[in-house]
């Protein structure tokens, strides 16, 4: 009997166990601790499992856990709360605002820091505009994001590059572009256009050299502004730093993400040119009618041919996100992979990038961990074939066409772009000497069709780094990186095409391998010594070898066109092969210290020692000092606790930074190959500059940080002095030299300026937050002197200008004063170029005053910086929406509107702007329009093509819905970019990157919807 009471006993207790360990349904209600208010969305996981779900609309969840679970709840704006499951089957829980969320720790320059401890200009993007600003690239995600960072694009073209500026431009010929550091590697955009030894691809655009970067692998982005952030960089922090941390696993969570987005493009805007008739009844009233019209034949084609209609179109886009994170109490992994694929507007263009990258980091023993991160990137773009520029007076570049787009503008409307039978139509009458041979012309639509004008960039970025805790505080670090880069540039114009008219097809392939290899050794030691002292040091050493060959070949006059590109031994003629190396390495010593006094005084001092072989010998070494300070008002006795303003900094920082992005080997002569009546020679490229040195930088700062209303308020401004000298300037060799410029460092300029950024969260309850976040800046540039040179002209007809007292990319012109009436005296208007204008010409002010209008009565008519720039984004999060808008623009920049200029002018060959309709006559006495047969009195530009480019712009607007699915989480979006533009501009796009409009790939109004799915 004791043995089968003892054997029962064994079965309860088994029964009892299994009971405990049984897994059992637990649920609740989680809420806001402040008033009580559901949440819903939050994410309750229970910890070491797959096992999560999401609250409903009221808050409520059901879960299955066993007693010995761990329940960690979460949600946006909130402190994490986590407790064991016990006995109990109903959890409530009540989650804290999270006041700092974010904002605590910042990445810097080789480490991390608390944002109460930095002395320096950092700005972070914030984590609403990286969560809903879906972008295709990394620049895009900068657009309107923060204070004193202007980001322009070059082009509308699918994955075409932009220009970004922190804090206005330093240098003339140097670089202007901030130094990247993505994951610790130092990435410097560099150019994708292969095309070396001049424009041989004929290529308008060029790859976006960090369209490889996906932009849903970011977790946060750092802007270092002044000296005190950047000079850690030495040489490569003159033009700003931005920092991008990519995201990793965590540990003892798996997740996998799914992104998808679906859309379509449509040109944000026409040009309005005339019709058929409009443009018709001009070319027998005034220009001899060489294409034999008849009022009947305008009669019966109405309107005409809309050639820009012919060539623009619909794009579609796709894009999808995969990723795989996780790990365990040692490892932590993540993998992802990303397709996108943009057709443009204009027919035949269009970009596609494949992306996969792995991220893992193991502890490997206890105090020693090793990492890696990995991404492969491949990018492709169909751009636009593009016109030599202007030699001599017959170059296309001449008439204003620069591209195949602009030669479909410039099509007369009566010409047909189809014959009847459905071919392509090649006869123009109207077509000048330009795209015409033996009776037959070029048709532009056929061009974008058949003509070969790809770029193909195959990019590996990684870093494998290693870590050793030596003892607490002190960390050694090593890391090993490469950023690599394969691209090809493929162009062909048939025979039937503008460009391969005259020479029967013609075709060329450029090949450039860039690779640059990267070495850190860093010691950092840290320590707090009791409530008072605060340490940390970093030094150490970093090396960078940084090497680029290229290699171009040509032909023309093919004798079979099918294979284009392919076969370029099928051209008869061959033209000499242009290849090439380049290389320079990098040393350099850094040195940081950060030093906290009472929580409340904070010092940075930094050095940097880089010595580059970019230099001539004996100038390659450069020094790069700087000190901030920081004064954490708030923690002071003094100061007020029961107060609005809850929190005050003051910053204040100097030092010097260098610029070294200029081409390689500069301080040398160098001699390349050419041929001359069939036979090699060689001829100087490079003067060279024994004495070539730094450029360097010298900047002040000064910032105040605070905040109120318990920092539901924030405010952020600085202002700032940057004076650069010893610039690396190209200007005029010497008659005699062989050459026509040499590199020397020679002149100075300034950038002064002022920013303010704004955060405020206008309503954080558990069922509405509503957050603000606004910026603006001016900045100031000033060339202060250029050695002794002055009005330094470049551009197709000088239109641009360096003058000392002048900002960079000053427009340099004629004044225009209106047009000539019937009822003035001429005898008192100035000549123009010594001829007497007549009524219906145009006038121009005499500057000089000699009765003569000529090149010496130009004058600065703007430039292309803005007085402000500015950026404005909200988000809104309602129960389970979300809505984030973002607006962008900018005030007093100015554009030369080139392509207007040209479509403008009255001719016989090609089809002009609609504004030309509204000419002067005697009966319509117009002060705007001259008369049509006045054409352009001077080659020099007016003030009338020197447009205002300010715009304000709708950049992206986000709606989208979350909810629960089958224990995923589900996000429904709908978004639109660039929906709406306001601007005097007349042109395409008021963001012309270099300021000189020629006619760059138009704008699009992008509408997209997707869904985002995590697991």
Same mark, same amino acid.
């Given at each position: 009997?004791?043995?089968?009471?003892?054997?029962?006993?064994?079965?309860?207790?088994?029964?009892?166990?299994?009971?405990?360990?049984?897994?059992?349904?637990?649920?609740?209600?989680?809420?806001?601790?402040?008033?009580?208010?559901?949440?819903?969305?939050?994410?309750?996981?229970?910890?070491?499992?797959?096992?999560?779900?999401?609250?409903?609309?009221?808050?409520?969840?059901?879960?299955?856990?066993?007693?010995?679970?761990?329940?960690?709840?979460?949600?946006?704006?909130?402190?994490?709360?986590?407790?064991?499951?016990?006995?109990?089957?109903?959890?409530?829980?009540?989650?804290?605002?999270?006041?700092?969320?974010?904002?605590?720790?910042?990445?810097?320059?080789?480490?991390?820091?608390?944002?109460?401890?930095?002395?320096?200009?950092?700005?972070?993007?914030?984590?609403?505009?990286?969560?809903?600003?879906?972008?295709?690239?990394?620049?895009?995600?900068?657009?309107?994001?923060?204070?004193?960072?202007?980001?322009?694009?070059?082009?509308?073209?699918?994955?075409?590059?932009?220009?970004?500026?922190?804090?206005?431009?330093?240098?003339?010929?140097?670089?202007?572009?901030?130094?990247?550091?993505?994951?610790?590697?130092?990435?410097?955009?560099?150019?994708?256009?292969?095309?070396?030894?001049?424009?041989?691809?004929?290529?308008?655009?060029?790859?976006?050299?960090?369209?490889?970067?996906?932009?849903?692998?970011?977790?946060?982005?750092?802007?270092?502004?002044? #000296?005190? @952030? *950047? =000079?850690? +960089? $030495?040489?490569?922090?003159? !033009?700003?730093?931005?920092?991008?941390?990519?995201?990793?696993?965590?540990?003892?969570?798996?997740?996998?993400?799914?992104?998808?987005?679906?859309?379509?493009?449509?040109?944000?805007?026409?040009?309005?040119?005339?019709?058929?008739?409009?443009?018709?009844?001009?070319?027998?009233?005034?220009?001899?009618?060489?294409?034999?019209?008849?009022?009947?034949?305008?009669?019966?084609?109405?309107?005409?041919?809309?050639?820009?209609?012919?060539?623009?179109?619909?794009?579609?886009?796709?894009?999808?996100?995969?990723?795989?994170?996780?790990?365990?109490?040692?490892?932590?992994?993540?993998?992802?992979?990303?397709?996108?694929?943009?057709?443009?507007?204009?027919?035949?263009?269009?970009?596609?990038?494949?992306?996969?990258?792995?991220?893992?980091?193991?502890?490997?023993?206890?105090?020693?961990? #090793?990492? @890696? *991160? =990995?991404? +492969? $990137?491949?990018?492709?773009? !169909?751009?636009?074939?593009?016109?030599?520029?202007?030699?001599?007076?017959?170059?296309?570049?001449?008439?204003?066409?620069?591209?195949?787009?602009?030669?479909?503008?410039?099509?007369?409307?009566?010409?047909?772009?189809?014959?009847?039978?459905?071919?392509?139509?090649?006869?123009?009458?109207?077509?000048?000497?330009?795209?015409?041979?033996?009776?037959?012309?070029?048709?532009?639509?056929?061009?974008?069709?058949?003509?070969?004008?790809?770029?193909?960039?195959?990019?590996?970025?990684?870093?494998?780094?290693?870590?050793?805790?030596?003892?607490?505080?002190?960390?050694?670090?090593?890391?090993?990186?490469?950023?690599?880069?394969?691209?090809?540039?493929?162009?062909?114009?048939?025979?039937?095409?503008?460009?391969?008219?005259?020479?029967?097809?013609?075709?060329?392939?450029?090949?450039?391998?860039?690779?640059?290899?990267?070495?850190?050794?860093?010691?950092?030691?840290?320590?707090?010594?009791?409530?008072?002292?605060?340490?940390?040091?970093?030094?150490?050493?970093?090396?960078?070898?940084?090497?680029?060959?290229?290699?171009?070949?040509?032909?023309?006059?093919?004798?079979?066109?099918?294979?284009?590109?392919?076969?370029?031994?099928?051209?008869?003629?061959?033209?000499?092969?242009?290849?090439?190396?380049?290389?320079?390495?990098?040393?350099?010593?850094?040195?940081?210290?950060?030093?906290?006094?009472?929580?409340?005084?904070?010092?940075?001092?930094?050095?940097?020692?880089?010595?580059?072989?970019?230099?001539?010998?004996?100038?390659?070494?450069?020094?790069?000092?700087?000190?901030?300070?920081?004064?954490?008002?708030?923690?002071?006795?003094?100061?007020?606790?029961?107060?609005?303003?809850?929190?005050?900094?003051?910053?204040?920082?100097?030092?010097?930074?260098?610029?070294?992005?200029?081409?390689?080997?500069?301080?040398?002569?160098?001699?390349?190959?050419?041929?001359?009546?069939?036979?090699?020679?060689?001829?100087?490229?490079?003067?060279?500059?024994?004495?070539?040195?730094?450029?360097?930088?010298?900047?002040?700062?000064?910032?105040?940080?605070?905040?109120?209303?318990?920092?539901?308020?924030?405010?952020?401004?600085?202002?700032?002095?940057?004076?650069?000298?010893?610039?690396?300037?190209?200007?005029?060799?010497?008659?005699?030299?062989?050459?026509?410029?040499?590199?020397?460092?020679?002149?100075?300029?300034?950038?002064?300026?002022?920013?303010?950024?704004?955060?405020?969260?206008?309503?954080g309850s558990s069922r509405l937050n509503w957050t603000v976040s606004a910026n603006i800046a001016r900045n100031i540039n000033t060339v202060t002197d250029l050695g002794g040179d002055n009005n330094l002209l470049s551009g197709q007809y000088g239109e641009q200008i360096l003058k000392t007292g002048e900002a960079f990319g000053s427009f340099y012109g004629l004044l225009f004063d209106g047009i000539v009436q019937a009822n003035e005296d001429v005898s008192l208007l100035p000549a123009v170029r010594g001829v007497t204008p007549n009524p219906g010409d145009v006038k121009f002010v005499d500057v000089d005053k000699n009765g003569n209008i000529d090149p010496n009565d130009r004058i600065v008519l703007g430039s292309i910086q803005p007085d402000v720039t500015f950026g404005l984004s909200s988000t809104v999060v309602y129960r389970q929406f979300d809505f984030f808008a973002l607006f962008q623009g900018s005030q007093g920049n100015k554009a030369v509107n080139s392509l207007r200029r040209y479509l403008e002018r009255a001719g016989s060959s090609y089809n002009m702007s609609a504004r030309l309709l509204d000419a002067w006559t005697p009966e319509n006495p117009s002060n705007?329009?001259?008369?049509?047969?006045?054409?352009?009195?001077?080659?020099?530009?007016?003030?009338?093509?020197?447009?205002?480019?300010?715009?304000?712009?709708?950049?992206?607007?986000?709606?989208?819905?979350?909810?629960?699915?089958?224990?995923?989480?589900?996000?429904?979006?709908?978004?639109?970019?660039?929906?709406?533009?306001?601007?005097?501009?007349?042109?395409?796009?008021?963001?012309?990157?270099?300021?000189?409009?020629?006619?760059?790939?138009?704008?699009?109004?992008?509408?997209?919807?997707?869904?985002?799915?995590?697991?």
């Amino acid at each position: 009997m004791t043995l089968k009471i003892k054997g029962y006993g064994w079965m309860v207790a088994l029964l009892l166990i299994a009971g405990n360990s049984a897994m059992a349904q637990v649920r609740g209600i989680v809420s806001d601790a402040l008033d009580g208010a559901p949440l819903p969305g939050a994410t309750v996981h229970v910890k070491g499992t797959q096992t999560l779900v999401i609250t409903d609309g009221n808050g409520h969840y059901e879960v299955p856990a066993s007693k010995n679970d761990t329940l960690a709840v979460s949600f946006l704006g909130f402190l994490t709360w986590e407790a064991p499951v016990g006995e109990r089957s109903t959890i409530d829980i009540s989650l804290q605002e999270n006041r700092q969320e974010l904002g605590e720790i910042v990445v810097i320059g080789y480490g991390v820091q608390r944002r109460k401890e930095l002395t320096g200009a950092i700005s972070t993007v914030s984590k609403a505009h990286l969560e809903y600003n879906v972008a295709p690239s990394v620049d895009a995600l900068l657009s309107g994001a923060v204070a004193g960072v202007s980001v322009t694009q070059s082009s509308g073209q699918p994955g075409a590059p932009s220009s970004i500026r922190v804090r206005g431009g330093n240098s003339i010929h140097a670089s202007n572009e901030p130094l990247y550091v993505i994951d610790g590697v130092i990435v410097y955009p560099r150019s994708t256009d292969a095309g070396t030894g001049g424009n041989e691809t004929a290529i308008e655009s060029s790859i976006n050299p960090m369209a490889s970067i996906n932009p849903a692998d970011i977790e946060s982005i750092s802007i270092l502004k002044d #000296v005190s @952030a *950047t =000079a850690i +960089f $030495g040489s490569r922090g003159a !033009n700003g730093v931005i920092i991008i941390s990519t995201k990793k696993g965590e540990r003892n969570k798996g997740v996998i993400r799914y992104t998808a987005t679906s859309g379509w493009s449509a040109p944000a805007k026409r040009l309005k040119l005339m019709t058929a008739q409009e443009w018709g009844r001009l070319q027998m009233e005034s220009f001899g009618n060489k294409g034999n019209l008849t009022g009947e034949y305008l009669a019966r084609i109405g309107k005409g041919y809309d050639w820009q209609e012919a060539v623009l179109q619909t794009g579609f886009s796709q894009n999808h996100t995969l990723s795989v994170s996780g790990g365990d109490e040692k490892t932590k992994y993540l993998l992802s992979g990303n397709f996108i694929d943009q057709s443009g507007i204009i027919v035949h263009s269009g970009f596609r990038r494949y992306n996969v990258r792995i991220s893992m980091d193991r502890e490997v023993l206890k105090n020693l961990t #090793v990492g @890696a *991160t =990995a991404t +492969f $990137g491949k990018s492709s773009q !169909n751009s636009l074939t593009t016109s030599t520029e202007v030699i001599y007076n017959s170059s296309p570049f001449g008439d204003g066409i620069t591209n195949s787009l602009t030669y479909a503008l410039f099509m007369p409307p009566t010409v047909p772009v189809y014959n009847p039978d459905g071919s392509y139509n090649f006869q123009n009458p109207w077509e000048s000497s330009h795209f015409s041979l033996n009776g037959r012309q070029a048709n532009p639509l056929y061009d974008l069709q058949n003509s070969v004008a790809e770029s193909v960039n195959n990019s590996l970025l990684a870093n494998f780094y290693t870590r050793y805790s030596v003892f607490n505080g002190l960390v050694a670090k090593v890391t090993l990186s490469t950023d690599q880069s394969a691209i090809t540039q493929n162009f062909f114009a048939p025979s039937t095409s503008a460009l391969g008219l005259n020479e029967v097809g013609v075709g060329s392939v450029g090949k450039k391998q860039h690779e640059i290899w990267q070495t850190d050794a860093t010691i950092d030691y840290s320590n707090r010594f009791s409530d008072t002292h605060f340490i940390n040091l970093m030094s150490g050493y970093t090396y960078q070898n940084v090497s680029e060959s290229y290699a171009v070949n040509r032909a023309s006059h093919f004798l079979n066109e099918e294979l284009k590109h392919n076969k370029l031994s099928f051209g008869e003629v061959q033209s000499l092969p242009v290849n090439g190396i380049l290389g320079s390495t990098l040393h350099s010593l850094i040195a940081r210290l950060n030093y906290t006094l009472l929580d409340r005084y904070n010092l940075t001092a930094t050095f940097r020692s880089d010595y580059s072989d970019r230099f001539a010998e004996g100038k390659r070494w450069g020094y790069f000092p700087s000190a901030g300070f920081s004064w954490n008002i708030d923690r002071e006795k003094f100061f007020p606790e029961q107060s609005a303003l809850n929190a005050l900094k003051l910053r204040l920082s100097a030092g010097t930074v260098g610029n070294t992005e200029i081409g390689d080997y500069l301080f040398k002569q160098i001699y390349n190959p050419q041929m001359y009546n069939g036979k090699p020679v060689f001829v100087m490229e490079n003067l060279g500059n024994p004495n070539l040195t730094w450029e360097t930088t010298t900047q002040y700062n000064a910032g105040i940080d605070a905040g109120l209303l318990d920092d539901r308020l924030n405010f952020v401004a600085d202002v700032y002095y940057k004076d650069t000298h010893d610039l690396l300037l190209e200007k005029p060799a010497s008659l005699g030299s062989g050459v026509e410029k040499q590199m020397v460092n020679i002149g100075n300029v300034t950038n002064r300026g002022i920013e303010f950024g704004v955060n405020a969260v206008l309503a954080g309850s558990s069922r509405l937050n509503w957050t603000v976040s606004a910026n603006i800046a001016r900045n100031i540039n000033t060339v202060t002197d250029l050695g002794g040179d002055n009005n330094l002209l470049s551009g197709q007809y000088g239109e641009q200008i360096l003058k000392t007292g002048e900002a960079f990319g000053s427009f340099y012109g004629l004044l225009f004063d209106g047009i000539v009436q019937a009822n003035e005296d001429v005898s008192l208007l100035p000549a123009v170029r010594g001829v007497t204008p007549n009524p219906g010409d145009v006038k121009f002010v005499d500057v000089d005053k000699n009765g003569n209008i000529d090149p010496n009565d130009r004058i600065v008519l703007g430039s292309i910086q803005p007085d402000v720039t500015f950026g404005l984004s909200s988000t809104v999060v309602y129960r389970q929406f979300d809505f984030f808008a973002l607006f962008q623009g900018s005030q007093g920049n100015k554009a030369v509107n080139s392509l207007r200029r040209y479509l403008e002018r009255a001719g016989s060959s090609y089809n002009m702007s609609a504004r030309l309709l509204d000419a002067w006559t005697p009966e319509n006495p117009s002060n705007e329009v001259p008369r049509i047969s006045a054409g352009l009195p001077m080659k020099e530009i007016d003030s009338r093509y020197v447009e205002d480019a300010s715009y304000f712009r709708l950049k992206n607007i986000t709606l989208g819905y979350r909810l629960q699915l089958a224990g995923c989480r589900l996000r429904i979006f709908a978004m639109a970019q660039n929906l709406f533009t306001l601007t005097k501009y007349r042109g395409y796009d008021p963001e012309v990157a270099n300021g000189v409009d020629i006619g760059a790939y138009p704008t699009a109004k992008t509408f997209s919807i997707g869904i985002d799915l995590t697991i």
